[in-house]
């Protein structure tokens, strides 16, 4: 089965690159692990975006193990769209504005 559109609401990518950013200042390596984590979960989220559990709002989640960030998303018919790269211990469904 063909996986369907993954989109990024625009303050989502703002996240992830403001993310990426803090980890590139502090480590290269770590940055790279980032990177690598994110890009699993984005795959991963749009070969099956309805394996992860209903999270906030009908919206889900995929945690990032090895980091502390969610990425939070929600599944349409045609397309799934990533609302948030939220960090797991700040300011808990402050992206609800975005669905």
Avoid: N
């Amino acid at each position: 089965m063909a996986s369907k559109p993954l989109e990024f609401h625009p303050k989502a990518e703002q996240e992830y690159l403001a993310a990426l950013a803090w980890y590139q200042e502090r480590s290269p390596t770590a940055a790279i692990s980032f990177e690598s984590a994110f890009d699993r979960a984005i795959r991963t989220i749009g070969e099956a975006p309805h394996r992860w559990p209903i999270y906030l709002t009908g919206c889900r989640r995929y945690t990032l193990h090895q980091f502390p960030f969610i990425v939070v998303y929600s599944t349409f018919a045609s397309h799934t769209v990533v609302l948030a790269i939220a960090h797991g211990h700040r300011r808990p469904g402050y992206w609800r504005d975005r669905i």
